[in-house]
């Protein structure tokens, strides 16, 4: 009997010691598989923070071909370029037929007091085109405000006609774009926000010439034109593969050159109002928003090269950390809707003959606020 019982115990200790090698295996297997897992996640980190790291670098390379300057220092006003005498007789502007629902701007309106128009989602760049980047002042030649909103995911590019005459702060009525010769960017901005009460955040000055390299970057951009711009660029000596295709609404498809598209965003011919400055801010309006569109299926090559050929010619008072936020978020605003406008808008404004015999126009500024505040935050 006690031979029998130590039988059994000698089987059950060996059972246990079998049992407990088992254990011990899928215990090592499972740490073994641990120690994998975790090394991969670990690697992926690495890399990660790697990248991480290279894309800061790159940023800051990037950023560092831009000028900084805040605009509202050291602003010594240019007398050079002389205000109209206060216009005592400026008729009254036209008012457009139709304007937004009064109910997507009244929220900034109080009784007769107007507060400027705010919305934390919404940035607002104003986009100013000049042919000299060299500190003087000069007239600003483009004028555009890029509406960036996140929410709705749509941007919007709002052209001000250069010769809208307009009040300038503190002084007497002149062009809109004699406030940048004035001023600079930061009296440009001021002048805005005077007459239609928006608020802007930031100003980016580019030297509109760069574009040309900039377009030739990325290897040229795709236009839709009409048959008037059609004739222009293919009398154009040099001309570099224009398409002999036409639509049946009789537009044609382009694809332009640097040189060629430039010359597109400055002619006044052939877009809505024949040989008018409205047709050029129409075609820049066109050549920003379908180099935005090229810019989306260009490698990354071409946008590394597009950077450094466009970023030199900029002058901005965006601060670098928020430019490399912007820069991260490139690809989604690229997915944007794209959308623009015009101040005047159609029906609110009128040709009109100053004092000293300048050829400007004469805007219904309280019509256009509203129509620019419902088009930017509507």
């Not at 010691?17 to 011990?24: D, I, R, T, Y």
């Not at 509202?72 to 050079?80: A, H, I, L, M, Q």
């Not at 239609?196 to 390299?213: C, G, L, P």
């Not at 090229?294 to 450094?308: A, F, M, P, R, V």
């Amino acid at each position: 009997m006690e031979n029998e019982n130590n039988f059994d115990m000698d089987n059950v200790s060996e059972d246990e010691a079998l049992a407990n090698q088992e254990k011990n295996k899928k215990n090592k297997k499972k740490k073994k598989a641990l120690i994998i897992i975790l090394s991969i996640i670990g690697a992926i980190l690495l890399l990660g923070i790697i990248a991480l790291f290279c894309l800061n670098r790159y940023f800051d390379s990037m950023l560092s071909l831009i000028s900084y300057d805040t605009g509202d220092e050291n602003v010594s006003f240019d007398e050079t370029v002389g205000d109209e005498d206060m216009e005592s007789s400026i008729p009254e502007a036209p008012a457009p037929d139709e304007l937004p629902p009064y109910e997507i701007i009244e929220g900034w309106y109080d009784g007769d007091s107007i507060a400027a128009a705010y919305e934390e989602e919404v940035l607002n760049i104003l986009l100013i085109g000049a042919d000299t980047l060299d500190g003087n002042h000069a007239r600003s030649d483009t004028m555009i405000l890029m509406s960036i909103n996140p929410v709705k995911n749509r941007i919007v590019l709002t052209s001000f006609m250069r010769d809208s005459y307009i009040e300038l702060p503190g002084r007497n009525y002149n062009r809109l774009n004699a406030a940048h010769a004035k001023g600079g960017p930061a009296y440009l901005i001021e002048t805005l926000e005077y007459n239609f009460h928006i608020d802007i955040d930031n100003y980016a000055k580019v030297d509109f010439s760069s574009f040309k390299e900039a377009v030739d970057a990325i290897g040229g951009i795709t236009l839709t034109v009409n048959d008037v711009n059609y004739n222009y660029f293919y009398d154009w000596d040099g001309i570099d593969g224009l398409s002999q295709s036409k639509a049946t609404d009789g537009t044609h498809t382009v694809h332009l050159n640097g040189a060629e598209a430039l010359s597109y965003a400055r002619t006044r011919k052939g877009h809505r109002v024949e040989n008018s400055d409205f047709g050029r801010t129409a075609h820049q309006r066109d050549f920003l928003s379908q180099f935005v569109n090229n810019c989306k299926g260009s490698s990354l090559s071409e946008l590394d090269s597009l950077l450094k050929t466009l970023l030199p010619h900029v002058v901005t008072d965006i601060p670098q950390e928020d430019l490399k936020s912007y820069l991260l978020n490139a690809l989604t605003y690229l997915s944007y809707d794209m959308d623009d406008a015009r101040v005047p808008c159609a029906g609110s404004y009128e040709n009109f003959t100053t004092n000293s015999g300048a050829q400007v126009l004469n805007i219904n500024v309280p019509a256009n606020e509203k129509y620019v505040k419902a088009v930017i935050y509507g």
